[in-house]
């Protein structure tokens, strides 16, 4: 039993005994390693914060610095445009305006009306705001205003704490005192799309109240009319409200440009202009300056500038005589009988005689078809052939010589050329030849394709601008090149016609006005001053039976043309006008550029005549668009009208 006893007690497990210095030993490492840790810690903790105090800092203070201070981009204003001395055509002006921020905006329908109420927006303004802040990006500022009175302005001040996404502000904004007669010719400006944006993100391009140029001059000069920005840095609460003005830096405006235009002779032909739908083009004979470039009826710039409401927009889109063409440049027609000058001096320059004669009969036979002429003449040569404007003569001249023989005198004079010009288009139209007929139809020139395209129809086809610079290359003789920004250059060297031969073009338009011709009741009522011209009536639609284009819808009629010259013993001025289905160049064009010349040497005698006239035609351009926009407001829009120029 003492041995089982003993196995057993040997078989229990010893406990192991834990003296004191054992436990001080392993409290020790256990403090030391929490402590090593900590101390891991707080070095990395002070390297951290070391980094960002010193490597850091500039970065931090800026974030800092952005809690307390705004800085806002201010715009830079645009260049100006003036013309030749130095009247302004495109200026800048003060206002207040208001803007949306999309991305801000807590409220958007409660937003808009109260701004509304506040500002007396119209409904058609409301419409445009909800519409554009529905196309929006969060980047891009909706216009709400501009143009803002300070009772107006103030009253949205005081309640941005309510309006959150609401910008008011001073700035500039695009004027054209002239309005609509300048809108062809220098353009507008607006607010950048989300693409443009997108091509260049710039945050100038987004800033509030800043505009880019969208058409004509202002569009191809941007980079020399934006100008660079300026800054301002103001101490804000943490709710953004102003504390003080810190700093700021002004911006440097855009460089202004000169233009070659004579802006009171621009605006007077425009208004001249009237009813009509068409243009007025005018040189300097001698160095190719373009001095008006008048399109009527057109879209008012100021308009589009500060945003255009959808029923300006749409009374703009229905009107058939396309205001927002610009028809000095884009619009394309048959030249009719102004080509028969260079016509002529093709004739001249392939020998024949000036003082042959062709008796015209009312027309001229080719084959079993005749070509009919305007009457019955009798003998012709070439100076009456001109002042009657014969098409007899001119066809059984142009068939002796053939229009191949023809065609590089009229693109020699400018029509069918491409001018090297800073607008966003041109039309360069067609001056045809059998080459061309061949590539574009395959099929050869007829006999009877000489015969209409000699008298300016058929094929042919050409702009205002171009029969302007025939005139003026035809006056001077000099080979002008059109140019409408001013700045010196060289002369302009001879074109390679004999003198002999522009004599006698000159007569026979000498003739047209002066003499027996068709433009004699437009003759110039200054005395010592004479205008040479040449009229030209051109079909939209191919004549049936006995029936002219002098009638019936306005859309069929004839269009009017005439170019001319003045003063005839020394030419200084060329110029064109068109009338679109004006019936006759006699009847619609001539006189207009009586009036439009007249204003160059007599302009108390040429304003009571236009004054005059306006008061027949219900007003001025301005008085006249606003009625019209009246009496728009509330119809439907009509489907987009055909051009009248194809």
């Known amino acids: 039993m003492r041995a089982s006893r003993q196995l057993a007690i040997g078989n229990m497990k010893v406990e192991k005994q834990v003296t004191s210095g054992q436990l001080d030993f392993t409290f020790t490492r256990r403090a030391a390693f929490v402590g090593g840790v900590q101390a891991a810690i707080g070095l990395t903790v002070a390297a951290r914060m070391s980094y960002i105090a010193v490597a850091d800092n500039e970065k931090y203070k800026l974030l800092a610095e952005s809690n307390r201070v705004n800085l806002t981009i201010i715009p830079p204003r645009r260049g100006w445009f003036v013309d030749r001395y130095g009247k302004p055509i495109a200026t800048n002006r003060a206002d207040f305006r208001v803007d949306i921020i999309p991305d801000r905006l807590a409220n958007k329908d409660q937003t808009v009306k109260t701004l509304a109420e506040l500002l007396a927006l119209s409904t058609d303004d409301v419409d445009r705001i909800h519409r554009e802040l529905k196309l929006a990006q969060g980047f891009q500022p909706v216009q709400v205003a501009d143009g803002l009175d300070y009772e107006r302005f103030a009253a949205v001040s005081v309640r941005l704490p309510d309006l959150p996404g609401v910008s008011p502000r001073q700035g500039y904004s695009r004027f054209y005192p002239s309005g609509a007669a300048v809108g062809h010719l220098i353009g507008y400006v607006g607010t950048v799309s989300a693409e443009e944006y997108q091509k260049n993100k710039n945050p100038l391009l987004i800033t509030p109240g800043f505009k880019v140029g969208k058409d004509g001059l202002e569009k191809t000069l941007e980079d020399r009319l934006q100008g660079e920005p300026g800054a301002k840095r103001t101490e804000v609460t943490a709710r953004g409200k102003i504390v003080r003005d810190l700093a700021t830096r002004p ?204 008298i300016g129809q058929g094929y042919v086809s050409v702009s205002p601008f171009q029969l302007a610079m025939m005139a003026a290359r035809i006056a001077s003789g000099l080979n002008i090149q059109p140019e409408i920004i001013l700045k010196k250059r060289p002369a302009p060297g001879r074109l390679s016609f004999p003198e002999e031969h522009l004599a006698v073009v000159r007569e026979g338009m000498n003739r047209v006005v002066n003499g027996d011709g068709t433009a004699v009741r437009s003759r110039l009522d200054i005395p010592g001053i004479a205008m040479a011209g040449k009229t030209g009536t051109a079909q939209v639609r191919r004549i049936a039976g006995s029936q002219r284009g002098q009638s019936g819808a306005w859309k069929y009629r004839d269009h009017g043309l005439f170019v001319c010259f003045a003063p005839v013993d020394n030419p200084r001025y060329g110029a064109s006008v068109v009338i679109e289905h004006g019936m006759g160049g006699a009847r619609a064009a001539a006189p207009i550029a009586k009036d439009v010349l007249t204003f160059l040497y007599d302009r108390e005698k040429a304003m009571a005549s236009l004054e005059a006239l306006e008061a027949g035609w219900g007003g001025n351009i301005e008085q006249r668009m606003a009625s019209k926009y009246a009496a728009f407001q509330g119809q439907p829009a009509a489907p987009p009208p055909l051009d009248p120029t194809i």
Not at 264 to 280: I, K, P, Q, T
Not at 310 to 330: F, G, T, Y
Request: a neutral charge.
């Open 251 to 454: 911006d440097i405006p855009g460089k202004p440009v000169q233009l070659t235009i004579d802006i009171d002779l621009h605006n007077y032909a425009a208004r001249r202009l009237g009813l009509e739908s068409g243009s007025v083009v005018i040189f300097d004979c001698l160095t190719g300056d373009i001095l008006t470039m008048a399109s009527m009826p057109c879209y008012d710039p100021n308009s589009f500038s500060d945003g255009i409401g959808r029923v300006e927009w749409k009374m703009l889109n229905s009107d058939d005589h396309i205001p927002m063409l610009n028809k000095a440049l884009q619009g394309l027609y048959p030249p009719g009988s102004t080509v028969k000058p260079a016509a002529a001096l093709a004739m001249l320059h392939h020998g024949i005689d000036p003082e042959e004669t062709v008796v015209c009969g009312g027309g001229y036979r080719l084959g079993n078809r005749v070509f009919k002429c305007l009457g019955r003449h009798g003998p012709m040569n070439m100076a009456d052939a001109l002042m009657k404007s014969c098409n007899t003569y001119f066809y059984a001249m142009g068939r002796r010589i053939g229009y191949d023989a023809i065609a590089p005198f009229s693109k020699a004079l400018g029509l069918g050329q491409e001018f090297p010009l800073p607008f966003p288009s041109q039309r360069y139209g067609t001056i045809p030849d059998s080459a061309w007929k061949m590539r574009k139809y395959d099929q050869k020139w007829s006999e009877s394709d000489t015969l209409n395209a000699t």
